[in-house]
C-alpha cells in the first residue's frame, strides 16, 4: 500500500506521515487486521467507507470520519477491539490512527484536512 501526509489544515498541524490508503477491495478488508499497533505517525486511510469495525483487532484505536471534501465531520476516539462504529451517510472515507491521536491533535468536527 502506498502512504501519504495527512495534515489538518484548520489548525496547521500534523495528523500522519506515514498513513497507509487502503483503496482497494482486498486492502479495505483487511485493513489494520494482524497488526499489534500502530506507530506515532502512522495510521490507514480507507476509501470509500462510511464507518469501520475492530473485530478481531488487538489494539485500541481512534477514526476521523470525513466527508468527500474531507472535512471532519465524526470522531471516534479510544475505540476498543470488537467494536462497531455508527455508519453515517456523511461520511465517505475514514482514517484509523493510534489512540489518544483525536485528543493529542486537537482535531475537532468542522476541521478540514488534506492529504500530500
Do not use: C
Request: charged share 25%; net charge positive; hydrophobic share 45%.
Amino acid at each position: 500500500m502506498r502512504a501519504v501526509t495527512v495534515r489538518n489544515t484548520t489548525r496547521d498541524s500534523l495528523i500522519g506521515d506515514r498513513v497507509a490508503v487502503a483503496d482497494t477491495s482486498l486492502s479495505r478488508m483487511f485493513g489494520l487486521l494482524g497488526r499489534r499497533g500502530l506507530d506515532s505517525g502512522e495510521g490507514l486511510w480507507i476509501k470509500p467507507s462510511s464507518g469501520v469495525h475492530t473485530v478481531f483487532m488487538r489494539f485500541t484505536i481512534d477514526v476521523i470520519g470525513l466527508d468527500k471534501e474531507m472535512n471532519v465531520v465524526k470522531l471516534w476516539s479510544d475505540l476498543v477491539p470488537y467494536r462497531l462504529t455508527s455508519i453515517s451517510t456523511k461520511v465517505r472515507s475514514v482514517i484509523e490512527l493510534p489512540a489518544g491521536l483525536i485528543a493529542s491533535s486537537g482535531v475537532r468536527v468542522g476541521d478540514r484536512l488534506a492529504v500530500q
